[in-house]
């Protein structure tokens, strides 16, 4: 499981008898990612399974089979846009297909976070980020499952905007989704703009709130993650003032050679009590 992934789903694993093994947040590519990590686990352990969301066709098959007939019939066949994220790629590949073939002139939008390299064209991808706080959607690759023909086209979404939008369907719609459904609405809204009275825009919500509830539902969590401004409850009067601002006196500093009693001497010359040391061969 990825470092960024959230400790409600490690505990819920755990709970059913689940080892858990963290790996960094890597390329698909990298050895100690949680693709090759798993290979060599399930090349070791006894009767495992490796169940590949991102590369089983019967994935995109049931989505297109089943999730996207219940799209249409609740929809009446009349639906003029659906909004998708792309995770393993089965729901945008399956309901994508089917509804492009029972409704050709239907808009297929795909919602992207900033920091993931799936949307097209390339340069939509175009950032210094490598991470994404949001969970669920989002890679550095193309999951095999995923058929990128059936989008018509792409909207990039940050990561504020998503946790943002999550929270305020909590907050005003009683919806208690996850992060990727605050991507997803923040997307959906933006494309919506090129839609006309009474048309319908359908929205998947892939997730729920219960797994991210010490994340971005938390407060101190956003504040963490400068998500949210930082309140300055105890009124300090250098809360906003930068460091730079401070016209701080420079700090000496003392190395690994240094005796003790030159390191009192400045001490005591410099009018403090602790000097950072600092390694020259370093």
């Keep these: ?59 995109p098959l049931a989505h297109y089979h089943i999730t996207a007939m219940e799209i249409f019939d609740q929809c009446d066949g009349e639906i003029d846009m659906i909004v998708i994220g792309v995770g393993s790629g089965g729901t945008m590949t399956g309901v994508g297909r089917k509804i492009k073939e029972l409704l050709p002139n239907c808009t297929i939008v795909g919602v992207d976070p900033v920091g993931s390299f799936i949307a097209e064209p390339p340069i939509l991808n175009e950032t210094t980020l490598k991470y994404t706080e949001v969970e669920g959607i989002g890679h550095d690759y193309y999951p095999k499952t995923l058929d990128k023909s059936v989008v018509d086209y792409w909207i990039k979404v940050t990561d504020k905007e998503s946790l943002h939008m999550a929270r305020k369907l909590h907050r005003e719609e009683g919806i208690l989704c996850g992060s990727s459904t605050g991507s997803l609405m923040s997307g959906a809204l933006e494309a919506a703009r090129n839609l006309k009275e009474g048309q319908k825009c359908v929205v998947m919500f892939p997730d729920g709130v219960g797994n991210y509830l010490t994340k971005f539902v938390s407060d101190y969590w956003m504040e963490s993650k400068d998500f949210l401004p930082r309140p300055n409850i105890f009124k300090h009067w250098w809360w906003d003032i930068t460091v730079s601002n401070l016209s701080l006196a420079r700090t000496e500093t003392i190395s690994l050679n240094m005796t003790c009693g030159e390191l009192s001497s400045m001490l005591y010359s410099q009018g403090v009590d602790v000097l950072p040391c600092v390694d020259q061969n370093r």
Excluded: Y
């Design 1 to 59: 499981m990825p470092d960024k992934t959230s400790m409600e789903k490690e505990n819920i694993l755990t709970s059913l008898g689940a080892k858990v093994i963290r790996t960094p947040d890597t390329s698909v590519d990298d050895p100690d990612g949680v693709f090759h990590i798993s290979r060599k686990l399930a090349a070791s352990i006894p009767d495992s399974i490796i169940l590949q969301q991102f590369k089983n066709p019967i994935n």
